[in-house]
């Protein structure tokens, strides 16, 4: 389905959540994708660019660049952080983000293939903001990339654990 709005914002509806969407074809997104594996960035770089948004991206290849990035400012507007990374992985990373107060409305999004319960739900009790599994196709990744980038994450609350877990299609 294709939606063509000149309005600041829309409202649509992904698995029967209901999600406050910015338009952001004049608005610039600082997003920060952190994943120790090259290839899986340059896919989320790509899907991206498909996705048709006004992205600046930025990368960090493990929890411990992570924390480095954040120390700069600007701060990005959104972080997208795999589970599975040497020396501090995705878990580990999100305790430490969120015990700073500075770091308590910045959307952190865990972006795994992971689909188990512990991972789910470590990643809601360590306050991510959505837990978005990794497509297996690429059509499905520009989907979910479009869809979480386009949240107005200033208005956003975190879901109910029931309503956590993104998938796509």
């Known amino acids: 389905?294709?939606?063509?709005?000149?309005?600041?914002?829309?409202?649509?509806?992904?698995?029967?959540?209901?999600?406050?969407?910015?338009?952001?074809?004049?608005?610039?997104?600082?997003?920060?994708?952190?994943?120790?594996?090259?290839?899986?960035?340059?896919l989320f770089?790509?899907?991206?660019?498909?996705?048709?948004?006004?992205?600046?991206?930025?990368?960090?290849?493990?929890g411990n660049d992570l924390l480095t990035s954040l120390k700069k400012e600007p701060l990005p507007d959104i972080v997208f952080i795999d589970l599975n990374m040497p020396y501090k992985d995705g878990l580990e990373a999100l305790s430490e983000i969120r015990k700073e107060e500075r770091f308590q409305k910045l959307?952190?999004?865990?972006?795994s293939t992971?689909?188990?319960?512990?991972?789910?739900?470590?990643?809601?009790?360590?306050?991510?903001?959505?837990?978005?599994?990794?497509?297996?196709?690429?059509?499905?990744?520009v989907q979910i990339v479009k869809k979480v980038c386009t949240i107005d994450w200033k208005n956003f609350t975190t879901p109910a654990r029931e309503e956590f877990l993104i998938l796509s299609g």
């Open 114 to 141: 992971t689909k188990n319960d512990f991972h789910i739900d470590s990643s809601y009790k360590n306050g991510a903001n959505l837990f978005v599994v990794k497509p297996n196709n690429f059509e499905g990744m």
């Open 1 to 42: 389905m294709t939606v063509i709005c000149s309005c600041a914002s829309v409202k649509i509806n992904i698995q029967n959540k209901n999600l406050d969407i910015l338009n952001t074809a004049s608005t610039s997104l600082n997003v920060l994708f952190v994943d120790d594996d090259t290839d899986e960035s340059y």
């Open 45 to 62: 770089n790509e899907a991206l660019e498909h996705a048709g948004l006004n992205i600046n991206l930025s990368r960090a290849k493990d």
């Open 107 to 111: 959307p952190l999004i865990i972006y």
